[in-house]
């Protein structure tokens, strides 16, 4: 079956610290991957996405590169702001456009 | 282009009663797909309406129910609630089925309390 794991949390960092948040999948097929962001009191929003093999997605300064080799899509930002505090979820979609999301990262940067 | 719209906000029932949750599609999406989020859980896949047809089903007993209409809005409808209902419900809408590579696009959410 389809299932993603994502990094417990929550997660504190300092303004401009370098970020890291893990994600592997398994999956049937040829998934497309994706991270989404949701802030507080809000819904989910598209952060990025790679849709094949060693394809690398990126997006307001945050990138994650689609490694089938070790099934993983890890999220990374070289300097994370205090308004990148938020909850990040890791996704992968089936063929039919079905989607399987972790169980979410919560971040907070301090300044 | 209008995006993803959901109503209510927010509802309190009652268990065993039954609700309706409502979603406007965003412009040009024939997609919709639901899901239940509980409390610091990640959104779990419930079903999907693809030109008004069930197209995927979840691990969601059939008390969660659903419609699609013709100009792609969706209802889902959950019977006999429960506690464990409690949950954000967010619907999601994306321009075709059957393509793994488009994202979707979600609403705010309905905030359904069961009490």
């Known amino acids: 079956g389809n299932s993603v794991t994502q990094m417990e949390g929550p997660v504190t960092l300092s303004e401009e610290a370098f970020l890291t948040i893990n994600c592997t999948y398994t999956a049937t097929g040829y998934p497309s991957l994706f991270w989404y962001v949701q802030y507080p009191g809000e819904g989910l929003q598209l952060l990025l996405k790679?849709?094949?093999?060693?394809d690398k997605g990126s997006n307001k300064g945050f990138e994650a590169t689609y490694r089938k080799e070790t099934t993983s899509f890890h999220l990374e930002k070289g300097s994370v702001q205090v308004s990148d505090s938020a909850v990040y979820f890791c996704?992968?979609?089936?063929?039919?456009?079905?989607?399987?999301f972790g169980t979410g990262t919560s971040l907070t940067v301090i300044p | 282009e209008t995006g993803v719209t959901q109503s209510p906000t927010h509802l309190i029932k009652t268990r065993g009663q039954q609700v309706t949750l409502r979603c406007s599609s965003q412009s040009g999406h024939n997609t919709v797909s639901w899901y239940q989020q509980a409390l610091g859980q990640g959104p779990q896949f419930i079903f999907q309406y693809y030109r008004e047809e069930e197209n995927g089903r979840g691990n969601f007993p059939p008390r969660f129910s659903g419609l699609q209409f013709p100009n792609y809005s969706s209802e889902l409808n959950v019977n006999a609630l429960e506690l464990d209902d409690s949950a954000l419900y967010l619907c999601?809408?994306?321009?075709?089925?059957?393509?793994?590579?488009?994202?979707?696009?979600f609403g705010p959410g309905t905030r359904l309390t069961v009490t």
């Open positions: 999601a809408s994306s321009p075709t089925s059957g393509d793994s590579s488009y994202e979707q696009y």
């Open positions: 996704a992968l979609s089936s063929p039919g456009n079905q989607f399987y």
């Open positions: 790679a849709t094949k093999a060693d």
